[in-house]
């Protein structure tokens, strides 16, 4: 994971962070709206994904990351989902992620309980990290960023 530029964690962490805060305060069926945080000259932008559905908002934004791979410097896409492990579901939020250098996305999983289940939203554990739709072995120490 060298290869991986420090801008693209960083955006990534900040995306993962930014969708959490949004996720712990929803209602308990509320689902998080996909979003997209784009970087470009030094710049900023959200873009939201709204469907009438969740898989078709989600459908929408990843239509749209060759475009922003293009016309950006970075880019990190935000959404929530499911991930099975052996009989059990857990509540997720992924990031997929590119800055320039990065031959492709990689994605952040981060596992969390919603606020309704105990009365208050965790984290749980640390993020896995997917490339080309197989997770990564962990790591003792972080990536190290250069």
């Known amino acids: 994971m060298n290869e991986i530029p420090a801008a693209a964690w960083a955006l990534a ?7 959490a805060w949004i996720v712990s305060d929803l209602p308990d069926r509320d689902l998080l709206a996909p979003f997209v945080i784009i970087e470009r000259s030094g710049q900023r932008e959200l873009q939201p994904y709204e469907a009438p559905t969740q898989e078709e908002a989600i459908a929408a934004g990843k239509a749209a990351m060759p475009q ?22 857990t509540d997720v939020l992924i ?4 800055a320039t250098g990065m031959k492709e996305p990689v994605t952040l999983i981060q ?8 009365g208050r939203f965790k984290i749980l554990g640390e ?9 990564l072995p962990t790591f ?7």
Not at 72 to 88: N, T
Not at 111 to 118: A, D, G, H, I, Q
Not at 140 to 146: L, S
């Open 95 to 98: 990031i997929d992620f590119w």
């Open 140 to 146: 003792e120490d972080p990536p190290h960023i250069q």
């Open 13 to 19: 962490g900040f995306v993962l962070a930014h969708a």
């Open 111 to 118: 596992r969390f309980e919603r606020f309704t289940k105990l």
């Open 68 to 89: 922003w791979t293009a016309t950006s410097d970075a880019w990190a896409f935000a959404r929530e989902g499911s991930f099975r492990e052996g009989r059990d579901r």
């Open 127 to 135: 993020p896995m990290v997917s490339r080309g739709g197989k997770i």
